[in-house]
């Protein structure tokens, strides 16, 4: 009876009979829904809101390649995005956009001074794939609108519990993207730094960094008033710009208000 009673059952279908579950999208408990091989195959290919939430509310049309995205529902969270200016993106559309910005930011017209490409392109190659910058070039061009320069996305995050905290009110910078795009640090006690919006307003914070076993954990503290402003909370979105050629950081916040609320996400 007791091991009746622990069986997993595929949290789509209630199939208990599968022989190997994989994991879907988090719950607000922290773990990942199980589900069955089938339900879980669809689910890695993207095609679980159309096999299973075809005849349910909420598809919008992705405004660059009319694919109809199934938008207010959390197995397809991470399929598209938001835009500043409404409407919604599919994620496929996100990343050849991405790609078209790094291969401008990359071409000859944009290189400076000494030949080197803008944004320095050798450390913006460690960013990992979770990490990328979802934007389109209408948001780039909003950000700033100075007819000679270039911003160039480099990273994002998505908030954690912690990092939404206005107790704590700082910003975990994941390791590579804090070594790879902000300013060297020689000391854990750090230095403040300037930080733009994308509404133009120029922020200080203080960027530090923990000693953490063999490596370091790297912070940006004094974020209250910016959390206060922007409405930041868990499951938004936070992106890091650079404005080239002068070098200028800049951070924007996308809210996550399609859907139902943000699960609980570790830190």
Partial sequence: MASSSMRKACFQCEDSKS???????RLRSGHFAQLCDRCGSLYEEGRFCENFHSNDDGWRDCESCGKLVHC???????????LDFGGVICMECSKINFIRARRRCLS??????NGEPQGDAARRIQVDPQYWPRVTDLELQQISKEPNSIVIPLFEKLLSASDADQKLARLVIP??????????????????????????????????????????????????????????QAGDIVTFYRIEPIGKLVMG?????????PHEISA
């Fill in 19 to 25: 022989v190997r579950f994989k994991n879907g999208w």
């Fill in 72 to 82: 207010g529902c959390i197995a397809s969270f991470h399929a598209y995005m938001l």
């Fill in 108 to 113: 000859p017209e944009t290189q400076i001074g």
């Fill in 175 to 232: 390791k590579k993207c804090a070594e790879a795009f902000f300013p060297d640090i020689s000391a854990p006690h750090g230095f403040p730094i300037k930080i733009q919006d994308t509404e133009g307003k120029e922020w200080e914070f203080h960027f530090r960094y923990w000693p953490n076993s063999s490596s370091k954990m790297y912070v940006l503290e004094g974020l209250k008033d910016y959390m206060v402003s922007v409405q930041w």
């Fill in 253 to 261: 916040l996308r809210k996550t208000y399609a859907g139902p609320p």
